[in-house]
């Protein structure tokens, strides 16, 4: 008997303080996202960001000035540290020049076609070609990593709608000598747009090399884009080494729909030409601010998104966003007034979108010097409005994170995931120097709908971003910070 009692005493001990800590828990996220929603900073400084500096290609002149405005933007909110940490970033640059032209004679017929029965896509390609004799001019873009075509390169069109067809068509040598284009198009009945991106992402980053196996003299790619319009969107591409390196050009998703409706024309011709190339290496700078813990201060909780972007558009989205995401919630935490326990980091990586050397460097820093990570969080998603989080963990950590599921349920969170959390935290846990092979990882999502019709893109400029959604990503980062914060060791 006086044990049982003494086993309820326990349990309804722990049951109320319990309720209690999930009430004041709820308590100051309520307070954070009141603080973002009606004081949030974030919005004011990704304008700033976008059309102060513009596009952030690594190694370009517009990322290092954007970079020294992000250490003095972090300084003058008095964080406890704010350090630019030097990284090597490699130099693609794009050239004057950027021309597709096709030249054939059942182009202006089918065009014509198309006005009749597809209507608004092909009458704005219309008012975009510029008919040039009997040759059409076509939005088009390098991949970023693409050599030149060291003039122009020519040659009939082939198309291929999916890697099986590739091989079949190269293997019967129908490929040599052709320009490709890769026109798989996203999956319209993924629900994410994540994942139509992945099925389809290879073309732009294996394609040239693919089609160069069999003899092709460079490929187009589709643009990675659920919409149908005229941006080209970019994004990295790699050679094999083994292989000649041909040049590799995003076109348009229209354009591809275009171009393939006329691809049975025998007297179609395509020229492409354009002056990319690469240069050498160039000192860059990861972009770190923290406030220190009271408890563990040589334990970490870091949280960022990749502070380069693109050369087209102003990465706002991507990932101006992320940057703002994890700079806004520092601060949120900070106007709280709210005591950390581990130190807590704000990153912006640099380098993300071609080569990760600022993620790689910041892990093996962080080696180097001691710092234990005991989770990082990663926000490269877009500015859009947040569902929950995708969490790299094992099983017990999962459990644990959705035990708060009703804390964060008032503010529409409730996505949580087994997943990959990003490019830029992945080192530090998965990388030969990590110090943390168990830590926790979470990348922040935000939902999908729209981030491809900006991703890469000249469109993805801060107009695309909007206040209230940017502000209530940042807010839900802080407040799973703060969990993490309060729940960890
Ligand atoms: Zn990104």
Not at 33 to 42: K, P, R, T, V
Not at 161 to 171: D, H, I
Request: aromatic share 8%; net charge neutral.
């Amino acid at each position: 008997m006086k044990k049982n009692i003494a086993i309820f005493f326990i349990t309804a001990v722990s049951a109320v303080s319990g309720v209690r800590a999930q009430r004041s828990d709820s308590l100051f996220i309520r307070r954070i996202y009141d603080e973002a929603l009606l004081n949030g900073h974030a919005y004011k400084r990704l304008e700033e960001l976008c059309k102060g500096y513009g596009s952030r290609l690594s190694g370009s002149d517009h990322a290092e000035r954007a970079v020294t405005w992000a250490g003095n933007m972090l300084r003058s909110y008095g964080f406890d540290t704010v350090m630019l940490q030097p990284c090597m970033v490699p130099r693609w640059q794009r050239g004057k020049t950027e021309l597709l032209s096709v030249s054939s004679p059942l182009l202006n017929k089918r065009l014509k076609q198309f006005n009749d029965t597809a209507g608004w896509a092909c009458e704005a390609l219309e008012e975009r070609y510029k008919k040039q004799a009997a040759s059409y001019l076509l939005p088009a873009c390098a991949l970023g990593g693409s050599v030149g075509t060291n003039g122009s390169v020519s040659g009939s069109l082939c198309v291929v709608q999916n890697q099986a067809e590739l091989e079949t068509l190269g293997k019967a040598g129908r490929l040599k000598g052709c320009i490709v284009l890769f026109n798989e198009p996203f999956d319209e009945k993924k629900i994410s747009t994540f994942s139509a991106y992945g099925g389809c992402v290879y073309q732009r980053v294996n394609g040239a090399s693919l089609a160069a196996r069999y003899g092709a003299r460079a490929v187009l790619v589709r643009s990675m884009s659920n919409s149908c319009d005229l941006h080209p969107h970019t994004g990295v591409m790699h050679y094999v080494d083994s292989l000649p390196q041909i040049p590799a050009m995003a076109v348009a998703t229209s354009v591809a729909n275009t171009l393939a409706a006329v691809a049975d024309d025998p007297k179609l011709v395509i020229t492409i030409s354009m002056d990319c190339q690469t240069l050498p290496d160039r000192l860059s700078h990861n972009v770190i601010a923290e406030e220190r813990g009271a408890t563990f201060p040589n334990r970490y909780i870091a949280f960022g998104g990749h502070f380069d972007s693109w050369d087209q558009g102003e990465g706002a989205h991507d990932d101006g966003a992320g940057c703002m995401h994890a700079f806004e919630a520092l601060r949120l935490l900070k106007a709280l007034g709210y005591t950390p326990r581990h130190t807590l980091r704000c990153v912006f990586w640099m380098n993300e979108e071609n080569g990760a050397r600022g993620a790689h460097t910041y892990a093996e820093q962080a080696a180097k010097n001691g710092e234990f990570h005991v989770a990082a969080i990663e926000s490269d998603r877009g500015g859009f409005t947040p569902r929950g989080f995708s969490i790299d963990a094992e099983d017990a950590g999962i459990a644990q994170i959705k035990t708060w599921t009703s804390l964060l349920a008032p503010y529409g969170i409730h996505q949580f995931e087994k997943g990959g959390a990003g490019v830029d935290v992945a080192p530090l846990k998965h990388g030969p120097n990590s110090m943390n092979k168990s830590m926790l990882q979470m990348g922040l999502i935000p939902d999908s709908q729209r981030y491809f019709d900006y991703h890469h893109a000249e469109t993805d400029v801060f107009e695309s971003v909007n206040r209230r959604e940017l502000h209530l990503g940042a807010a839900t980062l802080a407040a799973m910070i703060y969990l993490l914060d309060q729940t960890l060791e």
